[in-house]
């Protein structure tokens, strides 16, 4: 079924002055006419992110900053500020003192000269934002939160991961900035791309996401790495090639541009071809030298800052994307960048003005050139699909008409754009003539999600609307079959299943056979016990982060009755 929009009769236009929002198609017009009505001014701002790995602040950090001029806007994005246990139960903001104190101190010409627009922290990652008293350009329209990822306790996270951001108004352009620290871990792969895209949904008080901004920049401890097992290369030899001026052939193997590429992650978003600095991750704390500690990490480009503009005619320019390698606190190093970005001061009275023609003439735009896109899927089929265990699909969108297309995927009474299950990354956004984009569909299936699961055959039909233009139904299924994992006690014991002679092996000790289980325990859960038992609290590190591959490991040997001894897969 298609359905259009009323070109005609203005669309139930008011008449009077021009604002901003209440007619897309005119905002389109009207940002087309920017130079009859807006006068332009470039403001500097410089963007760094650092893991601090824990450490105390010194009283100043000497070259954080670029010397020389001094810029309107600084954003500082700083990740594992405080890693005691305690600040994930009782609020502690010491840490957060410390280091405000320290950035404050270490900015060009020292905090007298700065002001503090905005802070927001979540357990340690924070994100400050500060004005130059110097700057001219007139803020407006605060707002910060978060969203937190990370360790899952019942049906909320610790916030050990996540996502902190800052919304303003510089002038009368829109600009958010994120700091974020996704999933860690070789392994973690699946899981940082679910981060992203959690904190992608994150919407301010005011009602704004992320994309509904002019410009966005999204930095942090994004813990991509180096998929160097696909090469021949040893981990001696990356490191060799890594301190050397030959460091760029790397960057071929980095997860994030690999997965950006695909269009999972950072649709849009744009970072130098190659980082044009060393990787800055993981050093020696006090050193330049790679990590010499037992796990000998792989180099890799943890630490980015990426940027993204909603229309063509924001002018965003990069100045400089560097690390700050002499900078020795901490395993990773600081990466810093700084942008010129054209902000807009609007005429009112000049736009009022304006405002009747840009009816007529969006009016004659809606008749004469409605939006078309093609879409490489029109059903999406993700087929069986598992607890804990992301799916992603990617849509690729192309405008194949003559005009800029505006699609968004419609928010449902009581259902929002889609169903609980499933995510969508972006929820909007603006494709120019004859260019295209990717949506990511992810089914995920937390605990939560898996509670209230009443059928296990998953179906959403999402509605995207192009602005002024036609609707397109996109039919979404998946199959999730309940298992060990998301499912009550009490479901788990009437589950069946063929019985085993032997269930693990003791040793020397008496064996345990699986008809010993007691008939009000769920077998899965007594051979976990046993597995446990087995393993014994000597070979136990509660202090050893496990990734999504070892439980997948421990799901599957539940389910599927194989191996028989647990203990022997997981301590692998």
């Given at each position: 079924m298609t359905f259009y929009a009323d070109a005609g009769n203005g669309g139930g236009r008011r008449r009077g002055g021009y604002v901003p929002g209440r007619d897309p198609m005119v905002d389109e017009v009207m940002r087309g006419w920017q130079e009859r009505y807006c006068t332009f001014t470039d403001v500097s701002i410089c963007v760094t992110t650092f893991n601090v790995n824990g450490k105390s602040p010194p009283d100043i950090i000497r070259g954080w900053f670029p010397e020389g001029n001094v810029s309107d806007f600084y954003v500082i994005g700083l990740q594992e500020m405080d890693?005691?246990?305690?600040?994930?139960?009782?609020?502690?903001?010491?840490?957060?003192?410390?280091?405000?104190?320290?950035?404050?101190?270490?900015?060009?010409?020292?905090?007298?000269?700065?002001?503090?627009?905005?802070?927001?922290?979540?357990?340690?990652?924070?994100?400050?934002?500060?004005?130059?008293?110097?700057?001219s350009a007139k803020v407006s329209k605060v707002n910060a939160a978060y969203v937190a990822t990370g360790i899952s306790m019942l049906v909320n996270k610790l916030g050990n991961k996540g996502g902190t951001a800052i919304s303003l108004r510089i002038n009368d352009t829109s600009?958010?900035?994120?700091?974020?620290?996704?999933?860690?871990?070789?392994?973690?792969?699946?899981?940082?791309?679910?981060?992203?895209?959690?904190?992608?949904?994150?919407?301010?008080n005011d009602g704004l996401s992320?994309?509904?901004?002019?410009?966005?920049?999204?930095?942090?401890?994004?813990?991509?790495?180096?998929?160097?097992?696909?090469?021949?290369?040893?981990?001696?030899?990356?490191?060799?090639?890594?301190?050397?001026?030959?460091?760029?052939?790397?960057?071929?193997?980095?997860?994030?541009?690999?997965?950006?590429?695909?269009?999972?992650?950072?649709?849009?978003?744009?970072?130098?071809?190659?980082?044009?600095?060393?990787?800055?991750?993981?050093?020696?704390?006090?050193?330049?030298?790679w990590d010499s500690s037992e796990k000998a990490r792989v180099p890799a480009w943890c630490d980015r800052i990426l940027w993204w503009t909603k229309d063509p005619e924001t002018q965003l320019k990069v100045r400089g994307y560097e690390s700050v390698e002499r900078i020795l606190i901490s395993d990773h190093k600081p990466v810093r960048a700084v942008f010129v970005l054209g902000v807009r001061t609007v005429d009112q009275a000049k736009a009022d003005r304006l405002y009747d023609e840009a009816i007529r003439e969006a009016d004659r735009r809606a008749n004469e050139l409605l939006p078309q896109v093609s879409l490489s899927m029109t059903e999406v089929e993700f087929g069986e699909v598992h607890f804990s265990e992301p799916s992603t699909c990617v849509i690729t969108i192309k405008n194949t008409g003559k005009s800029m297309v505006r699609f968004k995927f419609i928010v449902r009474p009581e259902r929002g754009i889609c169903a609980k299950w499933l995510q969508i990354t972006p929820p909007h956004y603006v494709i120019p003539v004859g260019q295209s984009t990717q949506i990511s569909l992810t089914v995920m299936i937390e605990k939560e999600i898996a509670w209230e699961l009443k059928d296990t055959k998953l179906q959403d039909i999402l509605v995207m609307n192009l602005e002024h233009g036609r609707d397109y139904f996109i039919p979404v299924t998946a199959q999730y079959y309940p298992k060990c994992f998301g499912v009550t006690l009490e479901q788990l014991l009437r589950?069946?299943?063929?019985?085993?002679?032997?269930?693990?092996?003791?040793?020397?000790?008496?064996?345990?056979?699986?008809?010993?289980?007691?008939?009000?325990?769920?077998?899965e859960v007594y051979r976990l016990v046993c597995a446990l038992q087995l393993l014994g609290v000597q070979k136990l590190d509660l202090n050893v982060v496990v990734d999504d591959s070892t439980f997948i490991v421990v799901r599957n040997a539940l389910e599927h009755d194989f191996p028989k001894d647990l203990s022997e897969r997981v301590s692998r």
């Open positions: 890693l005691s246990v305690g600040t994930y139960i009782i609020d502690n903001p010491k840490k957060m003192e410390e280091w405000m104190e320290c950035i404050r101190t270490s900015l060009p010409g020292g905090a007298k000269n700065y002001r503090a627009v905005s802070t927001m922290r979540l357990i340690g990652v924070f994100i400050v934002l500060f004005q130059s008293r110097a700057s600009v958010c900035f994120v700091n974020s620290h996704l999933a860690a871990g070789g392994g973690e792969l699946e899981r940082r791309n679910q981060d992203f895209r959690d904190i992608s949904q994150l919407t301010f992320i994309y509904d901004h002019d410009a966005v920049f999204w930095f942090g401890d994004l813990n991509y790495r180096l998929k160097t097992e696909n090469s021949s290369w040893t981990n001696d030899q990356v490191r060799q090639i890594a301190s050397s001026s030959e460091f760029p052939v790397l960057f071929k193997y980095d997860q994030l541009r690999e997965q950006q590429t695909a269009g999972r992650v950072f649709v849009g978003f744009q970072e130098p071809a190659i980082p044009p600095f060393r990787p800055t991750y993981k050093y020696d704390v006090g050193t330049c030298t589950r069946t299943g063929a019985k085993t002679e032997n269930l693990i092996d003791f040793g020397d000790g008496p064996s345990v056979e699986e008809e010993f289980c007691p008939p009000n325990i769920p077998r």
